[in-house]
Structure formats: structure tokens, C-alpha cells
């Protein structure tokens, strides 16, 4: 069983869904909670972090941990065609370098 | 430079070659981070280090894999005698002093063992 298990998708929704996208762990270690977002052919791109359990908005997009249930989500409100890419979460421990990352999820916006 | 830099973009090499990957960090930055990523699939660790030294290096695959930084800057990715299996794209991150997260990524080396 892999530390980090990410819905696999693919997900495709109309143009102004709320998106919601979900990861589970089992590393209790795991303080450090991060969202990338990957378009085709590029390096991933730093969305949202997040140090252990609570909300954080920035825009249209909230990140919730909930450490309890060891269950991390990223929301998209009113979704364009633009957020069409695949998003990663990651999660890493306190004095870790390395994050473990999920296998992302590939979404699609349609106008 | 504005961002991560890595080259060569795309690299096609024989089994068995050896083989040379480029990380040029932002200036200052003073964590490095490397991560191969397979088709669909995520993000593999491999190496992270804090200035020149590699504290953790638990994610190399083999003793076919090695990286070394200098200058607290450029980072070489090396991978002698080339496997099919090692076909993926190599990314590089980096991140300041304060940073706990892999904050900006290079767009990547595209590597493909024939």
C-alpha cells in the first residue's frame, strides 16, 4: 500500500463547478501538506502548502487537513478551462527533505 | 535566471551510456531537490541537498545513480550505464533557506534509454 493515495480520476466538469480533490496517507509523521498543479510537458507548480491540520484559502482555491483522518482536500471554486491540468498532492515530515507525492488526479474544464 | 533552470529538455541515449542531467537552482536558493517522474504516475524522490551536502539521498535507485552540487548552486544528476527502466523525466526543485516545500520546479529532462 503506497504511503499516499490520491483519487485517480480523470475528472471532468463544466466551466464554474466547485472541484474537489482529495488525498488520503498513513504517515502520522506527515506535517508539511502541499497541492501542485502540472500542465502537459511542464514542471509542477506550487499551489498551496499547508502545515498541519487546518484551512487555507488563496483565491479560488482552499486546501483543508484534517489529521485526524489523515485525509487532505483542495477545492476549486468556479472552475475555467484554464485550471484544466493534473494536480499532486505532496505531504512531507518536519525535518524531512524528501515529500512523497500522490499519482495526481487529471482534470478537465469545459467550457 | 527567473526560474529553475535544467538541460538538456530532451535527451535520447543508448543502454548502456552514461549520462550527464543539468540543474541551475534560483540564485540563493539554498535547497535542491531531484525527483523522477514516470508516465502517469507521480513524483519519485531521489536526492535533496542543503547547500553541498546531501542529507538525504535515500531515494537513489542504484549505485548506477549519483549527484553532487557545487558551489552551493548547479547540481549534476549522473546515471552511468544507462537502463531502459530508466527512462522518465528528471525534475529539479529548489527552495530558500526558509522554505520547507520543493517551491519551484524546472520544466524538466525528458529522458529516454533506446
Known amino acids: 500500500q503506497k504511503e499516499v493515495e490520491q483519487d485517480p480520476g480523470p475528472l471532468s466538469v463544466p466551466e464554474g463547478a466547485i472541484v474537489s480533490l482529495n488525498c488520503t496517507y498513513s504517515?502520522?509523521?506527515?506535517?508539511?501538506f502541499m497541492w501542485y498543479r502540472q500542465y502537459s510537458r511542464k514542471g509542477p507548480e506550487l499551489l498551496m502548502y499547508?502545515?498541519?491540520?487546518g484551512n487555507k484559502e488563496d483565491g479560488r482555491f482552499t486546501a483543508q487537513v484534517d489529521k485526524s483522518s489523515k485525509y487532505i482536500s483542495l477545492f476549486i471554486r468556479d472552475s475555467q478551462p484554464s485550471d484544466s491540468a493534473t494536480y499532486l498532492c505532496?505531504?512531507?515530515?518536519?525535518?524531512?527533505?524528501?515529500?512523497?507525492f500522490g499519482d495526481g488526479t487529471t482534470l478537465t474544464v469545459k467550457p | 535566471g527567473a526560474g529553475v533552470s535544467q538541460s538538456p529538455s530532451n535527451k535520447v541515449t543508448e543502454k548502456g551510456k552514461d549520462v550527464e542531467l543539468r540543474c541551475d537552482p534560483i540564485?540563493?536558493?539554498?535547497?535542491l531537490y531531484w525527483y523522477r517522474q514516470s508516465l502517469g504516475q507521480g513524483l519519485e524522490f531521489l536526492i535533496y541537498?542543503?547547500?553541498?551536502?546531501?542529507?538525504?539521498k535515500s531515494g537513489l535507485p542504484s549505485d548506477r545513480f549519483s549527484a553532487e552540487r557545487t558551489g552551493g548552486s548547479v547540481s549534476t544528476l549522473t546515471i552511468q550505464r544507462t537502463q531502459q527502466e530508466d527512462s522518465a523525466v528528471y525534475l529539479c526543485?529548489?527552495?530558500?533557506?526558509?522554505?520547507?516545500?520543493?517551491?519551484?520546479f524546472g520544466q524538466g529532462t525528458r529522458l529516454t534509454v533506446v
Open positions: 526543485a529548489s527552495s530558500d533557506s526558509g522554505g520547507n516545500t520543493e517551491a519551484f
Open positions: 504517515n502520522s509523521a506527515f506535517q508539511y
Open positions: 499547508t502545515y498541519s491540520s
Open positions: 505532496a505531504m512531507k515530515g518536519t525535518n524531512a527533505g524528501k515529500s512523497t
Open positions: 540564485s540563493g536558493h539554498t535547497a
Open positions: 541537498f542543503q547547500g553541498n551536502s546531501a542529507p538525504d
